[in-house]
């Protein structure tokens, strides 16, 4: 069987693509805000912050965050085993970005409630 060739995606080559794809998902973002009000913090107590993630979803978003060197986990050799994890220099270098952000969405939030209301009214069929 041949293994099929592929081209570099543009997600690949395109560094703002790239990045935001690994830490743009809503999760991501709010373990970041979170790691940086409250850190270090547990696995289950970052689980307990965000009620409405699953556990798959809290590790694998922990696990992209740390393959980007945005998160450190911190593995103590207890009975039983505790992990903490925190954000890296880099993690938090992205915080003051975040948070421009949030101000944004929170600034303009009203008016692009506003917006998708009127655009669903109008929306041709």
Request: hydrophobic share 40%.
């Amino acid at each position: 069987m041949t293994k099929k060739v592929e081209k570099n995606s543009i997600i690949e080559v395109c560094p703002i693509r790239n990045v935001v794809a690994r830490f743009g998902s809503k999760w991501a973002l709010l373990i970041i805000h979170l790691l940086n009000e409250q850190s270090p913090v547990r696995f289950n107590q970052l689980g307990k912050l965000i009620p409405d993630i699953s556990t798959k979803m809290l590790a694998g978003t922990l696990q992209t965050l740390e393959a980007d060197g945005l998160v450190r986990r911190t593995v103590f050799p207890e009975v039983p085993i505790r992990v903490e994890y925190e954000l890296t220099p880099l993690g938090q270098s992205l915080v003051p970005l975040i948070q421009s952000l949030t101000a944004w969405a929170q600034e303009h939030m009203p008016d692009i409630l506003a917006h998708r209301k009127r655009y669903a009214r109008h929306r041709p069929a």
